[in-house]
C-alpha cells in the first residue's frame, strides 16, 4: 500500500516519481483539494472531479486507486491514546483493492471503515473535509473534527 500523503498539486508529481516502484502495490488517496479566502475553505477539485480519480488518471495501468483517510484531522491522529470513534469513508472502483484499505482501517482502533462507492464517488467524501475544517475554526472548543455516522 502506498499512501499519497501529499498536498493534492503534488500528487500527480508524486504518482510520477514513484510509478516504477509501485509493483503490485494499492495506491491510497486521503488528499483533499481546498482554497482559503476569507469566509473560511472550500472545496477546490480538479477537473476530473475529485483528487482520487486524479490520482488513478495518473496511476500506472494496473494499480488500483483507493480513496480513504480524506476526513481525518492529523492533529488527533498524532495523539495515538486518542479515542478517536470516527468513520472512515472508502472509495475504490477495484473490489480488492478495496477490501485491502477496508481491512487496515478496521484494524486501526476507533476507526471504522465504511463502504462509500466507487471512484466517481470520491468529490462527496473529499467536500466533507473544508466543512470539517469550517466547522471547527467557528465554533469554540471544536477542534480536529472527524465524521461520525449513526
Ligand atoms: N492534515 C490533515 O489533517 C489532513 C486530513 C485529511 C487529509 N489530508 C490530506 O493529506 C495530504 C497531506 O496533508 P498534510 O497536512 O500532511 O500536508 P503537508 O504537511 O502540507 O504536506 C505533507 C508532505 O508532503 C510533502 N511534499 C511537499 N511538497 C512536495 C512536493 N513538491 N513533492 C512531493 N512531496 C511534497 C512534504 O514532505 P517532505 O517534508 O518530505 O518534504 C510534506 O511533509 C493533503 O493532500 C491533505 O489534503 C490532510
Given at each position: 500500500?502506498?499512501?499519497?500523503?501529499?498536498?493534492?498539486?503534488?500528487?500527480?508529481?508524486?504518482?510520477?516519481?514513484?510509478?516504477?516502484?509501485?509493483?503490485?502495490?494499492?495506491?491510497?488517496?486521503?488528499?483533499?483539494?481546498m482554497k482559503r479566502d476569507e469566509d473560511g475553505m472550500h472545496y477546490n477539485p480538479p477537473g476530473v472531479g475529485s483528487v482520487t480519480q486524479l490520482a488513478a488518471a495518473n496511476a500506472p495501468e494496473g494499480v488500483p486507486v483507493v480513496g480513504a483517510f480524506h476526513n481525518l484531522a492529523a492533529g488527533r491522529l498524532a495523539v495515538l491514546d486518542a479515542d478517536l470513534d470516527w468513520d472512515v469513508p472508502v472509495v475504490a472502483d477495484?473490489?480488492?483493492?478495496?477490501?485491502?484499505?477496508?481491512?487496515?482501517v478496521a484494524d486501526l482502533d476507533g476507526l471504522r471503515p465504511l463502504d462509500a462507492g466507487g471512484l466517481e464517488n470520491a468529490a462527496e467524501v473529499e467536500s466533507l473535509t473544508p466543512l470539517l475544517i469550517n466547522v471547527a475554526a467557528n465554533n469554540d472548543g471544536l477542534h480536529d473534527l472527524g465524521v461520525k455516522f449513526w
Open positions: 500500500m502506498v499512501v499519497l500523503a501529499v498536498p493534492a498539486y503534488h500528487l500527480t508529481d508524486t504518482i510520477d516519481a514513484v510509478a516504477d516502484d509501485l509493483g503490485d502495490a494499492v495506491l491510497v488517496s486521503p488528499a483533499v483539494g477495484d473490489g480488492a483493492a478495496k477490501a485491502t484499505v477496508t481491512d487496515l
